[in-house]
């Protein structure tokens, strides 16, 4: 069975602070993706990433980072210089590798990230 | 970019009634998934479809749901009899077909369900 926890219920930060959400996930594949997507007050889903387990390379777009650590199980993601239109629920989810058939996604319960100005 | 379309937006039903949720996936894609997220909860997997079959379920799935693709384009979501705990962020989804794709899932906007 596939698990990610997001321990983090609400996390509110002022503008400009540099603010990381934690991801721990559990699986029994060898081989997984995980993501982060992003859910604003509008309701839709955001995709931001997609990580292959086999590839530890930290990634770096813009003022989001990740850090995945396969040996502690976590995808951590980080947003520097928060802005408001940052206030956002971030999930984060995870998904089996399998080549030719469907990859249903396992998402945490989320984080509500608030930026004030 | 192409995207996937969910239709209606918002859908108001009363307890009992039939509901069809529509949805159109990403024209070359050939996984689809329905997935539930309940005001304030987390996002969760309903069911993926695949060659016009139920791929995998989850336990909320249960007779009261049934998934279609009528046609060539559209995929559907029906619950038979709503009931109160049905209100609830339908969002639809699908994905390509290619073997170690990059492609995540392309998500829809969302349906939101209110039932009365």
């Known amino acids: 069975a596939q698990k990610v926890t997001q321990a983090q219920t609400e996390i509110s930060v002022v503008e400009k602070e540099d603010v990381t959400l934690d991801c721990v996930y559990e699986?029994?594949?060898?081989?997984?993706?995980l993501f982060w997507y992003k859910q604003p007050p509008s309701g839709e889903l955001v995709f931001l990433i997609r990580?292959?387990?086999?590839?530890?390379q930290n990634e770096i777009s813009g003022r989001y980072s990740w850090n995945f650590q396969k040996s502690t199980s976590s995808f951590n993601f980080t947003i520097t210089a928060s802005q408001v239109v940052d206030s956002a629920v971030y999930f984060c989810?995870?998904?089996?590798?399998?080549?030719?058939?469907?990859?249903?996604?396992?998402f945490g319960s989320g984080t509500q990230l608030t930026v004030l100005p | 970019e192409p995207e996937v379309t969910q239709t209606p937006s918002h859908q108001v039903t009363q307890m009992g009634q039939e509901v069809i949720l529509r949805c159109v996936p990403i024209?070359?894609?050939?996984?689809f998934y329905w997935y539930r997220q309940i005001l304030g909860q987390k996002v969760e997997f309903l069911v993926s479809?695949?060659?016009?079959?139920?791929?995998?379920k989850s336990e909320i799935f249960d007779d009261q749901f049934s998934v279609e693709r009528p046609d060539g384009s559209n995929f559907t979501l029906k619950i038979r009899s709503t009931k109160l705990e049905d209100s609830a962020m339908y969002f639809c989804?699908?994905?390509?077909?290619?073997?170690?794709?990059?492609?995540?899932?392309?998500f829809g906007d969302g349906t939101r369900l209110s039932i009365l």
């Open positions: 989804a699908s994905s390509p077909p290619f073997r170690g794709s990059n492609q995540p899932q392309h």
């Open positions: 699986t029994r594949d060898t081989t997984y993706y």
């Open positions: 990580r292959n387990s086999f590839d530890e």
């Open positions: 989810a995870l998904s089996h590798i399998s080549s030719g058939s469907a990859r249903q996604l396992t």
């Open positions: 024209s070359n894609h050939l996984y």
């Open positions: 479809f695949y060659n016009n079959e139920i791929s995998e």
